[in-house]
C-alpha cells in the first residue's frame, strides 16, 4: 500500500486532519506503523492532540455566553437605572405589539421561505443566493421598522403632547431618550432573532434541497452546520448596522416628524454605504471637494463597516476581532448620537 506520508530525516513533520485535506485513516485505528527506509537509526517522537468527536460543540459557550450578556445588560439597565429600563420595556411592548411588527415577520417569513425553491440559475451557487437576499432582506426590514418606530415612539409623543404627561412624573428627559432608544433597538433586536433563526433553518434546508435537485448525495448535517455558522456574523453586523441607524433616527425625531426623519434617514443609508468611494474619487480633485467629502466620512456613519455581505454569502469566515471592532465602531456611534438626542431634546419645548 502506498505510505500516508513521507518524511525524511530531521525535517519536522505537522499531520494535520481536516476537511480539505484528509489524510487520516478510514474506521478505527489502533496500530501505526513506521519504516525507517536507511540505515541509520531513527528517532521519531509522535505528540498527539486528541478532539471530541463532535466539534461543533465548541460554539456552545459562545452561545451560552452571548445569552447570558443580554441577560446581565438587562439586569444592569434594571438595577441602575430603573427609568430608563421601565421606558424601554415599554416601549418595545407597544412597538412589538403595532401591526406593522406583524406585517414586517410575515412579510421576511414569506420571503425566506420563497428563497428556497427560487431558481437562481447560478450553477450550484444558489445557497450563497440565498444567503445574501435573506441578509438584506432581514436587514432592510429591521431598518425601516427601527425608523418608523423611533419616529412614532418619540416624534408623535412629542406632538401629542404624551411626552409631557410623562415627563411629569419622576423620570427625566435623558431617561425618556436613553429609554425610547433601548426599546427600540429590543424590538429590532426580536425581527432579528426570529427572522435570523428561520434564515439559518432554511439556509440549512436549502442544502439538501440543491442536493436533491441536482441528485448528489445527501449532504450531511456538519455541511448544513458549516453554512449556518457562516451566516451568523452577517446577522451580526446587519443588527449593529440597524442600531446605528436607529441611534441616528431618535436623534432626529426629537426635532422633526416622521417623514422628514425617514427621508434624513434614507439619505444617511446610501451615503454611509458610499463614503468611502466618495473619500477615495476625491483624490487629487479640489481641497474644498476633499473637505467636504472626508467631513462626510467623520460626521456620517460608515454603514460600509457593516456591509460584509458578500463576503459571508462566499463561504469567507468572518474573525471576532472584525467583529468585536464593529461593534466598538457601533457603540461609539450611538453615543454620539445619544449626545446629540439629548442637547437637542434638553430644551424642546413640549408645551
Known amino acids: 500500500?502506498?505510505?500516508?506520508?513521507?518524511?525524511?530525516?530531521?525535517?519536522?513533520?505537522?499531520?494535520?486532519?481536516n476537511a480539505k485535506t484528509a489524510r487520516?485513516?478510514?474506521?478505527?485505528?489502533?496500530?501505526?506503523?513506521?519504516?525507517?527506509?536507511?540505515?541509520?537509526?531513527?528517532d521519531v517522537r509522535l505528540r498527539l492532540q486528541t478532539e471530541v468527536r463532535v466539534p461543533e460543540v465548541h460554539q456552545l459557550p459562545l452561545i451560552a455566553?452571548?445569552?447570558v450578556a443580554l441577560y446581565l445588560i438587562y439586569l444592569l439597565l434594571y438595577r441602575f437605572v430603573p427609568g430608563v429600563s421601565n421606558i424601554a420595556i415599554a416601549t418595545a411592548k407597544?412597538?412589538?405589539?403595532?401591526?406593522?411588527?406583524?406585517?414586517?415577520?410575515?412579510?421576511?417569513?414569506?420571503?425566506?421561505?420563497v428563497y428556497i425553491i427560487l431558481p437562481y440559475n447560478t450553477f450550484g451557487e444558489d445557497v450563497k443566493m440565498l444567503k445574501d437576499s435573506g441578509?438584506?432582506?432581514?436587514?432592510?426590514?429591521?431598518?425601516?421598522?427601527?425608523?418608523?418606530?423611533?419616529?412614532?415612539?418619540?416624534?408623535?409623543?412629542?406632538?401629542?403632547?404624551?411626552?409631557?404627561?410623562?415627563?411629569?412624573?419622576?423620570?427625566?428627559?435623558?431617561?425618556?431618550?436613553?429609554?425610547?432608544?433601548?426599546?427600540?433597538?429590543?424590538s429590532?433586536?426580536?425581527?432579528?432573532?426570529?427572522?435570523?433563526?428561520?434564515?439559518?433553518?432554511?439556509?440549512?434546508?436549502?442544502?439538501?434541497?440543491?442536493a436533491r435537485e441536482t441528485s448528489n448525495p445527501t449532504p450531511s448535517w456538519q455541511e448544513c452546520y458549516g453554512e449556518m455558522v457562516q451566516i451568523t456574523p452577517g446577522l451580526v453586523l446587519s443588527f449593529l448596522e440597524a442600531t446605528a441607524l436607529a441611534a441616528v433616527s431618535v436623534a432626529i425625531s426629537t426635532r422633526l416628524p416622521m417623514l422628514p426623519n425617514l427621508i434624513i434617514c434614507g439619505t444617511i443609508y446610501v451615503l454611509g454605504h458610499l463614503t468611502p468611494l466618495i473619500a477615495q474619487s476625491t483624490v487629487g480633485e479640489l481641497e474644498f471637494v476633499q473637505f467636504f467629502a472626508?467631513?462626510?466620512?467623520?460626521?456620517?456613519?460608515?454603514?460600509?463597516?457593516?456591509?460584509i455581505q458578500a463576503a459571508v454569502a462566499a463561504g469567507q469566515s468572518v474573525p471576532l476581532a472584525y467583529l468585536g471592532w464593529a461593534a466598538l465602531y457601533?457603540?461609539?456611534?450611538?453615543?454620539?448620537?445619544?449626545?446629540?438626542?439629548?442637547?437637542?431634546?434638553?430644551?424642546?419645548d413640549l408645551a
Open 1 to 17: 500500500a502506498d505510505p500516508v506520508a513521507v518524511v525524511e530525516g530531521d525535517e519536522p513533520y505537522v499531520w494535520s486532519l
Open 24 to 42: 487520516g485513516f478510514n474506521g478505527v485505528v489502533d496500530e501505526i506503523y513506521l519504516t525507517n527506509n536507511s540505515d541509520a537509526p531513527a
Open 65 to 67: 455566553g452571548s445569552v
Open 94 to 113: 407597544e412597538a412589538c405589539g403595532q401591526p406593522l411588527f406583524l406585517l414586517f415577520l410575515m412579510v421576511g417569513a414569506t420571503a425566506l421561505l
Open 135 to 186: 441578509l438584506n432582506t432581514i436587514m432592510v426590514l429591521a431598518i425601516i421598522f427601527a425608523l418608523w418606530t423611533a419616529s412614532v415612539s418619540v416624534a408623535d409623543e412629542i406632538e401629542g403632547k404624551t411626552a409631557l404627561t410623562l415627563l411629569s412624573k419622576p423620570i427625566s428627559r435623558r431617561q425618556f431618550i436613553l429609554g425610547k432608544f433601548f426599546g427600540i433597538v429590543s
Open 188 to 210: 429590532v433586536a426580536v425581527i432579528f432573532v426570529v427572522l435570523g433563526a428561520l434564515l439559518l433553518a432554511t439556509v440549512s434546508y436549502k442544502v439538501v434541497y440543491d
Open 294 to 307: 472626508k467631513l462626510f466620512a467623520v460626521i456620517l456613519p460608515e454603514l460600509d463597516h457593516f456591509n
Open 330 to 348: 457601533c457603540l461609539v456611534y450611538c453615543t454620539f448620537a445619544m449626545l446629540l438626542a439629548l442637547i437637542l431634546f434638553e430644551d424642546r
